[in-house]
T-cell receptor, first 118, second 110 residues
Framework: DTEVTQTPKHLVMGMTNKKSLKCEQH?????MYWYKQKAKKPPELMFV???????INESVPSRFSPECPNSSLLNLHLHALQPEDSALYLC?????????????????FGSGTRLTVV | QQPVQSPQAVILREGEDAVINCSSS?????VHWYRQKHGEAPVFLMI?????EQKGHDKISASFNEKKQQSSLYLTASQLSYSGTYFC???????????FGAGTILRVKS
Protein backbone atom coordinates (compact mmCIF):
# COMPACT_ATOMS: atom_id res chain seq x y z
CA ASP A 1 0.00 0.00 0.00
CA THR A 2 1.67 3.20 -1.18
CA GLU A 3 -1.15 5.61 -0.47
CA VAL A 4 -2.20 8.22 2.01
CA THR A 5 -5.96 8.13 2.46
CA GLN A 6 -7.85 11.19 3.60
CA THR A 7 -11.48 11.37 4.61
CA PRO A 8 -13.80 13.02 4.00
CA LYS A 9 -12.99 14.34 0.50
CA HIS A 10 -15.33 17.29 0.92
CA LEU A 11 -16.65 18.94 4.08
CA VAL A 12 -18.95 21.88 4.59
CA MET A 13 -19.24 23.12 8.15
CA GLY A 14 -20.74 26.02 10.01
CA MET A 15 -18.67 28.31 12.18
CA THR A 16 -20.02 26.73 15.37
CA ASN A 17 -19.52 23.12 14.29
CA LYS A 18 -16.92 20.62 15.46
CA LYS A 19 -15.59 18.24 12.85
CA SER A 20 -12.52 16.08 12.28
CA LEU A 21 -10.37 15.25 9.28
CA LYS A 22 -8.77 11.85 9.12
CA CYS A 23 -5.57 10.68 7.45
CA GLU A 24 -4.24 7.13 7.26
CA GLN A 25 -1.10 5.52 5.83
CA HIS A 26 0.22 1.97 5.98
CA UNK A 27 3.68 2.53 4.51
CA UNK A 28 5.45 2.43 7.87
CA UNK A 29 6.25 6.14 7.59
CA UNK A 30 7.15 7.70 10.93
CA UNK A 31 6.65 11.35 9.99
CA MET A 32 3.21 12.76 9.17
CA TYR A 33 2.19 16.26 8.20
CA TRP A 34 -0.78 18.56 7.81
CA TYR A 35 -0.62 21.20 5.10
CA LYS A 36 -3.21 23.83 4.15
CA GLN A 37 -3.50 24.90 0.51
CA LYS A 38 -5.50 27.83 -0.81
CA ALA A 39 -6.38 28.08 -4.50
CA LYS A 40 -3.37 28.85 -6.72
CA LYS A 41 -1.05 28.92 -3.68
CA PRO A 42 1.57 26.48 -2.43
CA PRO A 43 0.88 24.09 0.44
CA GLU A 44 1.54 25.77 3.80
CA LEU A 45 2.89 23.67 6.63
CA MET A 46 0.67 23.47 9.71
CA PHE A 47 1.88 20.56 11.86
CA VAL A 48 4.52 17.84 11.82
CA UNK A 49 4.38 14.62 13.82
CA UNK A 50 7.54 12.58 14.17
CA UNK A 51 7.27 9.18 15.80
CA UNK A 52 3.76 10.08 16.96
CA UNK A 53 4.94 13.20 18.79
CA UNK A 54 4.13 16.72 17.68
CA UNK A 55 7.45 18.19 16.60
CA ILE A 56 6.40 21.30 14.67
CA ASN A 57 3.42 23.62 15.10
CA GLU A 58 3.64 26.53 12.70
CA SER A 59 1.80 28.93 15.01
CA VAL A 60 -1.52 27.51 13.91
CA PRO A 61 -4.62 28.92 15.70
CA SER A 62 -5.97 26.71 18.47
CA ARG A 63 -9.21 26.13 16.56
CA PHE A 64 -7.12 23.52 14.71
CA SER A 65 -6.09 20.66 16.96
CA PRO A 66 -3.98 17.78 15.62
CA GLU A 67 -3.86 14.31 17.05
CA CYS A 68 -1.76 11.25 16.22
CA PRO A 69 -3.40 8.22 17.91
CA ASN A 70 -0.89 5.77 16.39
CA SER A 71 1.82 5.57 13.76
CA SER A 72 -0.67 5.08 10.92
CA LEU A 73 -3.30 7.64 11.77
CA LEU A 74 -3.40 11.41 11.91
CA ASN A 75 -6.44 13.51 12.75
CA LEU A 76 -7.14 17.21 12.56
CA HIS A 77 -9.91 18.38 14.86
CA LEU A 78 -11.72 21.55 13.81
CA HIS A 79 -13.75 23.83 16.03
CA ALA A 80 -15.16 27.33 15.62
CA LEU A 81 -13.54 27.86 12.23
CA GLN A 82 -13.77 31.04 10.20
CA PRO A 83 -14.74 31.36 6.52
CA GLU A 84 -11.10 32.21 5.72
CA ASP A 85 -10.16 28.72 6.90
CA SER A 86 -11.83 27.32 3.80
CA ALA A 87 -9.10 25.52 1.85
CA LEU A 88 -7.77 22.16 0.75
CA TYR A 89 -6.22 20.34 3.71
CA LEU A 90 -3.49 17.95 2.68
CA CYS A 91 -2.01 15.20 4.77
CA UNK A 92 1.39 13.77 3.90
CA UNK A 93 3.78 11.19 5.27
CA UNK A 94 7.46 10.38 4.80
CA UNK A 95 10.06 7.86 5.83
CA UNK A 96 11.90 10.17 8.17
CA UNK A 97 15.06 12.06 7.42
CA UNK A 98 16.67 12.26 4.00
CA UNK A 99 20.33 11.27 4.15
CA UNK A 100 23.08 11.26 1.56
CA UNK A 101 23.50 7.88 -0.06
CA UNK A 102 20.15 6.58 1.12
CA UNK A 103 17.15 6.37 -1.19
CA UNK A 104 14.42 8.72 -0.04
CA UNK A 105 11.02 8.62 -1.60
CA UNK A 106 9.75 12.06 -0.67
CA UNK A 107 6.50 13.04 0.88
CA UNK A 108 3.46 11.03 -0.15
CA PHE A 109 0.45 13.32 -0.16
CA GLY A 110 -3.16 12.35 0.22
CA SER A 111 -5.69 13.80 -2.20
CA GLY A 112 -6.91 16.19 0.47
CA THR A 113 -10.11 17.31 2.14
CA ARG A 114 -11.74 20.32 0.53
CA LEU A 115 -13.16 22.28 3.45
CA THR A 116 -15.75 25.02 3.15
CA VAL A 117 -16.68 27.02 6.23
CA VAL A 118 -20.01 28.81 5.98
CA GLN B 1 11.58 31.44 4.78
CA GLN B 2 9.79 30.82 1.49
CA PRO B 3 12.08 30.03 -1.47
CA VAL B 4 11.71 32.12 -4.61
CA GLN B 5 10.70 30.34 -7.80
CA SER B 6 10.98 31.57 -11.35
CA PRO B 7 9.41 31.86 -13.81
CA GLN B 8 5.85 32.12 -12.52
CA ALA B 9 4.50 30.46 -15.63
CA VAL B 10 5.77 28.98 -18.86
CA ILE B 11 4.07 27.68 -21.99
CA LEU B 12 5.84 25.15 -24.17
CA ARG B 13 5.13 23.13 -27.25
CA GLU B 14 5.67 19.40 -27.06
CA GLY B 15 9.32 18.55 -27.42
CA GLU B 16 10.62 21.87 -26.09
CA ASP B 17 12.78 22.22 -22.99
CA ALA B 18 12.21 24.24 -19.84
CA VAL B 19 14.14 25.26 -16.75
CA ILE B 20 12.55 26.21 -13.44
CA ASN B 21 14.64 27.89 -10.78
CA CYS B 22 14.37 27.94 -7.02
CA SER B 23 16.53 30.08 -4.76
CA SER B 24 16.90 30.78 -1.09
CA SER B 25 18.62 33.51 0.89
CA UNK B 26 19.41 31.01 3.65
CA UNK B 27 21.68 27.98 3.65
CA UNK B 28 19.72 24.90 2.66
CA UNK B 29 19.93 21.30 3.77
CA UNK B 30 17.69 19.97 1.02
CA VAL B 31 15.62 20.96 -1.99
CA HIS B 32 12.59 18.95 -3.06
CA TRP B 33 10.67 19.15 -6.32
CA TYR B 34 6.98 18.26 -6.66
CA ARG B 35 4.46 18.46 -9.47
CA GLN B 36 0.79 19.09 -8.80
CA LYS B 37 -1.85 18.66 -11.46
CA HIS B 38 -5.13 20.52 -11.14
CA GLY B 39 -7.35 18.97 -8.50
CA GLU B 40 -4.74 16.40 -7.50
CA ALA B 41 -2.20 15.95 -4.73
CA PRO B 42 1.42 17.03 -5.19
CA VAL B 43 3.64 14.22 -6.45
CA PHE B 44 7.28 13.88 -5.44
CA LEU B 45 9.81 14.19 -8.29
CA MET B 46 13.19 14.28 -6.58
CA ILE B 47 15.23 15.53 -3.66
CA UNK B 48 18.68 17.11 -3.66
CA UNK B 49 20.73 17.26 -0.49
CA UNK B 50 23.45 19.73 0.32
CA UNK B 51 26.59 18.53 -1.32
CA UNK B 52 25.81 20.05 -4.70
CA GLU B 53 24.51 17.08 -6.59
CA GLN B 54 22.53 16.58 -9.72
CA LYS B 55 19.77 14.03 -9.98
CA GLY B 56 17.50 12.90 -12.71
CA HIS B 57 15.07 10.38 -13.95
CA ASP B 58 13.78 10.00 -17.46
CA LYS B 59 13.80 13.47 -19.04
CA ILE B 60 13.50 15.43 -15.79
CA SER B 61 16.62 16.30 -13.85
CA ALA B 62 17.69 18.83 -11.26
CA SER B 63 20.79 20.43 -9.85
CA PHE B 64 21.62 22.08 -6.55
CA ASN B 65 24.27 24.77 -6.34
CA GLU B 66 25.13 24.95 -2.67
CA LYS B 67 27.25 28.09 -3.00
CA LYS B 68 24.38 30.01 -4.57
CA GLN B 69 21.65 28.19 -2.59
CA GLN B 70 19.92 27.66 -5.86
CA SER B 71 18.29 24.66 -7.49
CA SER B 72 17.15 24.24 -11.06
CA LEU B 73 14.70 21.72 -12.51
CA TYR B 74 15.31 20.74 -16.11
CA LEU B 75 12.53 19.32 -18.26
CA THR B 76 13.71 18.14 -21.63
CA ALA B 77 11.65 17.14 -24.67
CA SER B 78 8.49 18.07 -22.80
CA GLN B 79 5.37 15.96 -23.09
CA LEU B 80 1.73 16.90 -22.55
CA SER B 81 1.84 14.97 -19.28
CA TYR B 82 4.40 17.42 -17.90
CA SER B 83 1.73 20.10 -17.56
CA GLY B 84 1.01 21.14 -14.00
CA THR B 85 2.32 23.36 -11.24
CA TYR B 86 5.87 22.68 -10.11
CA PHE B 87 6.78 23.48 -6.54
CA CYS B 88 10.19 23.48 -4.99
CA UNK B 89 10.28 22.83 -1.28
CA UNK B 90 13.26 23.71 0.87
CA UNK B 91 14.46 22.65 4.28
CA UNK B 92 17.10 24.71 6.05
CA UNK B 93 18.21 22.03 8.43
CA UNK B 94 18.10 18.34 9.10
CA UNK B 95 14.46 18.03 10.03
CA UNK B 96 10.96 17.88 8.73
CA UNK B 97 10.13 21.51 8.09
CA UNK B 98 9.61 21.80 4.36
CA UNK B 99 8.55 25.18 2.98
CA PHE B 100 7.23 25.42 -0.57
CA GLY B 101 7.88 28.13 -3.13
CA ALA B 102 4.99 29.89 -4.85
CA GLY B 103 5.04 27.46 -7.77
CA THR B 104 5.62 27.57 -11.52
CA ILE B 105 2.70 26.82 -13.82
CA LEU B 106 3.87 24.78 -16.78
CA ARG B 107 1.61 24.22 -19.74
CA VAL B 108 2.64 22.00 -22.63
CA LYS B 109 0.69 22.42 -25.84
CA SER B 110 0.51 19.99 -28.75
Amino acid sequence: DTEVTQTPKHLVMGMTNKKSLKCEQHMGHRAMYWYKQKAKKPPELMFVYSYEKLSINESVPSRFSPECPNSSLLNLHLHALQPEDSALYLCASSQGQALQGHPWLGYTFGSGTRLTVV
Amino acid sequence: QQPVQSPQAVILREGEDAVINCSSSKALYSVHWYRQKHGEAPVFLMILLKGGEQKGHDKISASFNEKKQQSSLYLTASQLSYSGTYFCGTAMEYGNKLVFGAGTILRVKS
